[in-house]
T-cell receptor, first 119, second 114 residues
Framework: AQSVTQLGSHVSVSEGALVLLRCNYSSSVPPYLFWYVQYPNQGLQLLLKYTSAATLVKGINGFEAEFKKSETSFHLTKPSAHMSDAAEYFCAVTNPTNAGGTSYGKLTFGQGTILTVHP | DADVTQTPRNRITKTGKRIMLECSQTKGHDRMYWYRQDPGLGLRLIYYSFDVKDINKGEISDGYSVSRQAQAKFSLSLESAIPNQTALYFC?????????????FGPGTRLTVL
């Protein structure tokens, strides 16, 4: 079984401040991990993904995330928040395509974190 | 043009009505998924299909059914809609190619059941 926990349903930062969105996962096999962003009235867009290569992953719009196996974490960061970063962010986990099992190829999402950026 | 499209984008209906939500994709992916999004609950998987003849229940399939009419089309039906099915529904697709496991999402259908 796999699961994702996002700590903090709402995060508020000032423009220019560090953004840190927390994600912890549970998986019976080494996972693939994703961060998606949802802007108001839109679908989900992939920010970045970890697929067992480099543990520090860089994504679009200046975001990055670090896979830490010992902490079962995949926190999302951005050094300097911009007003346009205001959105809801989702962390998701899946098992790699060669792992088999009932969760093969399926994404499990966290509860989401709404990011607010203040001027 | 959008790679994953959903129709309708918004729908208001009454309890007991049958509703169909449609999803089409031009990405050439063989895998398709239906999710519902509720505030504070993230996205939950309703049904998924790994090819036209392979359809599987997700974690919350009760009250829903699906049809995979072709590789590019995957429909979700609510046979008798109830108010707690009011939610935002997303269709997604993905490729089976090794490591290309990211999913691509449609714009969503906002369904309100009165």
């Amino acid at each position: 079984a796999q699961s994702v926990t996002q700590l903090g349903s709402h995060v508020s930062v000032s423009e220019g401040a560090l953004v840190l969105l927390r994600c912890n996962y549970s998986s019976s096999v080494p996972p693939y991990l994703f961060w998606y962003v949802q802007y108001p009235n839109q679908g989900l867009q992939l920010l970045l993904k970890y697929t067992s290569a480099a543990t520090l992953v860089k994504g679009i719009n200046g975001f990055e995330a670090e896979f830490k196996k010992s902490e079962t974490s995949f926190h999302l960061t951005k050094p300097s928040a911009h007003m346009s970063d205001a959105a809801e962010y989702f962390c998701a986990v899946t098992n790699p395509t060669n792992a088999g099992g009932t969760s093969y190829g399926k994404l499990t999402f966290g509860q989401g974190t709404i990011l607010t950026v203040h001027p | 043009d959008a790679d994953v499209t959903q129709t309708p984008r918004n729908r208001i209906t009454k309890t007991g009505k049958r509703i169909m939500l449609e999803c089409s994709q031009t990405k050439g992916h063989d895998r398709m998924y239906w999710y519902r999004q509720d505030p504070g609950l993230g996205l939950r998987l309703i049904y998924y299909s790994f090819d036209v003849k392979d359809i599987n229940k997700g974690e919350i399939s009760d009250g829903y059914s699906v049809s995979r009419q072709a590789q590019a089309k995957f429909s979700l039906s609510l046979e008798s809609a109830i108010p707690n099915q009011t939610a935002l529904y997303f269709c997604a697709t993905s490729d089976t190619y090794y490591q290309r496991t990211e999913q691509f999402f449609g714009p969503g259908t906002r369904l309100t059941v009165l």
